[in-house]
């Protein structure tokens, strides 16, 4: 085997969850509820109803979780701060039983030699904040250094990696665009003051991290390559905007101190403009960029789709999962490779990757088969290698997600996990992605060319 087929020595290899998808008791020792609390508790909201009162029973089984990590040899595990567990009310009152709980875990990780990655803001908000506008009030750029700074100072000297926001594309486009996340809104006005001060929130944490710590911090996005539908240009037009509203919205800002072109002519009246305040806030220097990709983007032109006058199709004779996203892993060298083009070397991590897929619950044997999902790890992994032979400093990979969970509107219904969660008896076990990717870890890669798994095959 060629040292070429194999990552590099020192490659973080890891997995990732995120608080309200996986904790549970999320009111337990004096925390506040969060957003996504109050919205999965509103009939119609998530699938079945579901919520994420007792989501993995994380918050009571960390040790076991860890033990997981450990047998599958991560070096790494990214994992969120609820913020309202460790300031129920947002802000002021810090409560030390949710700092101690992630203390401990913090703990166990490093006591079993792998490395946090602790994210800042994974989508729950604080109820007591959303209740004074959340992140339409201009106030919670400072309250969200405030609550960073809370956990600088309680974990910065344990915790070698830290991001600010994931996905804050999300955040504007779910839950203040489109209504499907909390908070449930449905504003085209809205959407723009919540991209805006998230991206100076993200600033705001970053300066309070440089006074206080010496380590890591970055940010994490979603990113989709978009593609024209056909070779007309009103497709190719199509596609630049879907790049420019997904993709360069929060990267332009963040990584170049500027707004893309497209975004106020998409926004029109509804535009919040950027003071040059704003974009040198927005624009701190990052010493990681954290990349979460699920699917290519194929645009067709619109009219009458909102605010970006585009529409996604579906290419035929693709392969799809379980959430209708198309596999394509080619799009995933391209998107890591645009990063490079656009950004400069900015060190690179994956901070989730992997797909949800109709898992059978295990067998006679105990064994989960997902050949889908062990198939999807090859490919995309063997893109990732790609990336890095063209250039592009990629350090990690974290696998989302450890285990099977509360995966935000579509409850309980969708699994992306490792392991498999009976949610009933709370017992997790590994599937055949697991120990396949258990097998990269060990291997450093090498094992991605050797034949699938017959399973898998």
Not at 38 to 48: D, Y
Not at 228 to 235: I, L
Not at 357 to 364: H, L, N, V, Y
């Amino acid at each position: 085997m060629s040292a070429s087929s194999r990552f590099p020595a020192g490659f973080l290899w890891g997995a990732a969850t995120s608080a309200y998808q996986i904790e549970g008791s999320p009111l337990a020792d004096g925390a506040g509820p969060s957003n996504w609390h109050r919205f999965s508790h509103e009939p119609g909201r998530t699938a079945n109803g579901d919520t994420g009162d007792v989501a993995c029973d994380h918050y009571r089984r960390s040790p076991e979780d860890v033990g997981l990590m450990k047998a599958l040899g991560l070096g790494a595990y990214r994992f969120s701060i609820a913020w309202s567990r460790i300031l129920p009310e947002g802000r002021g009152r810090v409560n030390p039983k949710g700092l101690d709980f992630y203390a401990r875990l913090i703990d166990l990780l490093l006591e079993s030699g792998i490395q946090p990655l602790v994210t800042l803001y994974h989508w729950d908000l604080p109820a007591a904040l959303d209740d004074q506008g959340g992140w339409l009030n201009p106030e919670i750029v400072r309250w969200f250094a405030d609550y960073a700074d809370v956990a600088f100072r309680a974990f910065g000297d344990r915790v070698p990696m830290w991001a600010t926001l994931n996905e804050p594309w999300v955040v504007a486009d779910a839950g203040y665009l489109h209504g499907v996340h909390a908070p449930g809104h449905r504003s085209v006005p809205e959407t723009a003051v919540v991209a805006r001060h998230l991206l100076c929130a993200h600033g705001a944490a970053v300066r309070a991290y440089r006074d206080c710590c010496r380590q890591r911090i970055g940010l994490v996005v979603n990113l989709e390559p978009q593609e024209p539908a056909s070779e007309a240009p009103e497709d190719h037009a199509a596609a630049a905007r879907m790049d420019s509203y997904m993709n360069r919205q929060f990267l332009d800002p963040a990584l170049r101190g500027e707004v893309p072109d497209l975004l106020p002519e998409l926004f029109g009246e509804a535009w919040s403009p950027f003071t040059p305040d704003d974009l040198r806030l927005a624009h701190q220097p990052l010493d990681f960029l954290g990349v979460n990709y699920y699917k290519r983007g194929v645009a067709r032109d619109d009219p009458a789709g909102l605010l970006v006058r585009a529409r996604a199709v579906s290419p035929a004779g693709s392969t799809f999962t379980a959430t209708g996203w198309e596999v394509h892993a080619e799009s995933f060298t391209r998107v890591l490779c645009w990063v490079k083009e656009r950004y400069g070397d900015l060190p690179l991590y994956v901070t989730e990757k992997v797909a949800a897929f109709d898992d059978p619950a295990p067998g006679a044997d105990g064994r989960v088969e997902d050949p889908a999902r062990v198939r999807y790890y090859r490919d995309h992994l063997r893109a990732a290698r790609e990336a890095m032979r063209r250039g592009v400093d990629l350090r990690g990979y974290f696998a989302w997600s450890l285990l099977d969970n509360f995966e935000w509107s579509a409850g309980y219904a969708k699994r992306f996990g490792l392991h498999y969660v009976d949610f009933g008896s709370q017992r997790r076990t590994p599937k055949a992605s697991a120990h396949y990717y258990r097998e990269v870890i060990r291997s450093q890669g090498a094992v991605l060319e050797d034949p699938l798994p017959v399973s898998a095959g």
